[in-house]
């Protein structure tokens, strides 16, 4: 048991920079989509991909803010 009690501790120190964390990930990514969509060889995969990413930031700080983290 001891070690599941470190894990635990790791994950609490972590708890506040998380929402920083992802909210700074989400920032620099609609950044860069807003680049890449105006881009005239813009990839069409790529631009999914990224569309994907950003969809799935958003769900992650939504659910931090709403645990309260």
Do not use: V, Y
């Not at 680049?35 to 060889?41: A, G, Q, R, T, V």
């Not at 813009?42 to 950003?54: G, I, K, P, V, Y």
């Amino acid at each position: 048991m001891p070690q599941q009690e470190e894990h635990d501790e790791d994950e609490c120190d972590e708890a506040p920079e998380r929402p920083a964390a992802i909210n700074q990930a989400l920032n620099g990514l609609k950044r860069l989509l807003s680049f890449k969509e105006h881009e005239p060889n813009a990839n069409s995969m790529e631009l999914t991909l990224f569309m994907r990413m950003e969809r799935s930031l958003q769900q992650q700080a939504e659910l931090s803010r709403w645990q309260g983290t």
